[in-house]
């Protein structure tokens, strides 16, 4: 779902552990690390959307975690213009996402992120809360720490 600005509904999933650190996740086949996210799909709630996207990236169900809370309201980031797909009506210029903190209830052996139709991650670790601001993207750069500010009270 795409809004009247160009924004793509999204979820961004910080998964944290018993030490209070999260699961940094590597991109397939890049050199790019991120946490998970994914859109949200017509008809679908930013939690439900959670849950799914946490299936699909990690292999990962409700029962796996607990949520401790989410972003207040939407972040959003642009997308550079060589990342823009000028062809796709409605055209998206970057995500609109709620952002989850969760805890991780399972063992690391649960996660497996080869679950999901198609892989999206091919190596994972656990880094300290603050690492991904030192390794994301710039254009996800502002969204992470805002992110991250506004959930690290909940840990």
């Given amino acids: 779902m795409i809004d009247s600005e160009g924004y793509r509904f999204n979820v961004g ?4 552990n018993a030490n209070a650190q999260v699961l940094w996740a590597r991109r397939i086949g890049q050199t790019a690390w991120q946490f998970p996210q994914g859109g949200i799909k017509e008809g679908e709630t930013p939690q439900q959307a959670l849950f ?11 029962e796996h975690v607990d949520i401790l809370g989410s972003t207040q309201g939407w972040l959003k980031y642009r997308l550079p213009k060589s990342l823009m797909r000028n062809d796709e009506k409605p055209m998206c210029i970057g995500q609109k996402q709620v952002w989850y903190l969760l805890r991780f209830l399972g063992d690391e052996s649960d996660v497996n992120l080869a679950y999901g139709k198609r892989p999206e991650f091919d190596d994972w670790r656990w880094v300290d ?5 030192k390794e994301i993207i710039g ?3 502002a969204v992470y ?7 690290a009270p909940l840990l």
């Fill in 139 to 141: 254009f996800k750069k």
């Fill in 129 to 133: 809360y603050w690492h991904p601001i």
């Fill in 52 to 62: 799914r996207e946490l299936g699909e990236e990690v292999g990962l169900y409700a």
């Fill in 13 to 16: 999933i910080i998964l944290s």
């Fill in 145 to 151: 720490q805002q992110a991250l500010s506004e959930l």
